[in-house]
């Protein structure tokens, strides 16, 4: 196991190379760069993107005209003061050094400072990882806390009737995004056009400082309730599913007719035999949960309950060509899911000390 998981771990700086190559290139031909951005903001037009809008044969003449430009809306400065920005965002350097220079710093865990925002990266992240996190957790063990009791009936009662309308149902949530059922909760729960129970912004009110600790805990469980809700209806459809057969495969098996013909009851034969066997891929799986959770959708539910974690972090660092926050995010994003996925590993090795990777690769 030792040889496995020195492979994986060497595998993870070339992983991290490849994915640091392509987006640094595919970002050398976005159009804005930073400097753009600093130039819009500097003469009033809000977001450099607007000069792409409009329609007609005038537009697509304008936007041909920017596009020749070195950099767009910076007619009438001075280019002593382009020149400036390029020296302060570093883009005066060829692509490749500073390519090379971004590699080294990261090697040291150096991610550099926010362009817009003069604050450290680290700090960011650090800053806004816990509503992430928080986030993540919460919708994770709630997804298990209903999945697997759910799909252990489903599987004692394959083909009856319950199976049957709970497979409609979980059908059609899997088949519902995450963002349009946030939606929907938001419209109902939060005020939107019917009841207004929920708060819609934040992890916890004005007052939360001045709240005994009691109302601290209620507070927050409160704000939290609605983005968990709308984060785990995707991993409460898979890991339902994923339980279900789980222990759909073991119940066929051979060592459980043989408990039944012992005369063991159902119940000793399924929570005795079956479900320690059933259950290693579904605890073996939750770093793996976690991580999707974590990723798929914290973009949109935090953008929808204006939550300040890492996936709006991310967004408006890519929307305002905040380099530095967007290579360290994703730097650290790649580097989360590599060693993830390495824990998964280890989790079913500790499950289930049978299995060998090393025999498998082999």
Not at 215 to 232: C, E, M, N, R
Not at 253 to 266: D, F
Not at 338 to 350: E, F, G, T
């Amino acid at each position: 196991m030792g040889a496995y998981i020195l492979r994986r771990l060497m595998l993870i700086l070339p992983t991290l190379f490849g994915i640091l190559v392509i987006n640094f290139a595919l970002v050398q031909f976005l159009p804005g760069g930073p400097v753009e951005q600093m130039i819009a903001n500097m003469q009033g037009q809000g977001d450099v993107f607007e000069s792409f809008s409009g329609s007609g044969n005038d537009s697509g003449q304008e936007l041909a005209a920017e596009v020749d430009s070195r950099y767009m809306g910076a007619r009438g400065l001075p280019p002593e003061l382009i020149k400036e920005l390029e020296e302060q965002f570093g883009l005066d350097k060829p692509p490749l050094e500073r390519f090379l220079n971004m590699l080294w710093n990261y090697a040291r865990f150096d991610f550099g400072e926010s362009y817009f925002r003069k604050i450290e990266v680290t700090e960011l992240v650090l800053e806004k990882m816990p509503v992430s996190i928080s986030l993540g957790l919460w919708s994770t063990l709630i997804a298990y806390l209903i999945s697997i009791p759910l799909g252990i009936r489903k599987a004692v009662q394959d083909g009856t009737s319950f199976d049957s309308w709970t497979s409609g149902i979980i059908i059609a949530a899997y088949a519902i995004p995450a963002f349009l059922f946030a939606i929907l909760l938001v419209v109902l729960f939060a005020g939107g056009s019917y009841w207004q129970i929920f708060p819609l912004r934040g992890l916890t009110s004005d007052n939360w400082e001045q709240l005994t600790l009691f109302g601290k805990i209620t507070d927050y469980l409160w704000h939290i309730t609605l983005p968990v809700v709308a984060s785990s209806i995707s991993a409460f459809t898979f890991l339902t599913l994923l339980t279900k057969n789980s222990f759909l495969d073991e119940i066929k098996k051979h060592y459980v007719m043989t408990a039944r013909a012992k005369g063991l009851s159902e119940g000793r034969v399924l929570y005795g035999h079956v479900f320690r066997n059933g259950m290693l891929i579904v605890i073996a799986g939750f770093p793996a949960a976690f991580m999707g959770v974590f990723f798929g959708s914290s973009l949109l539910i935090e953008t929808i309950f204006s939550l300040d974690g890492l996936g709006r972090l991310g967004f408006e660092a890519a929307l305002s060509r905040d380099y530095p926050v967007m290579f360290g995010t994703l730097f650290l994003f790649g580097l989360i899911g590599l060693v993830v996925n390495i824990l998964s590993d280890l989790m079913y090795v500790l499950v289930d000390p049978r299995i060998d990777f090393e025999r498998r690769e082999g």
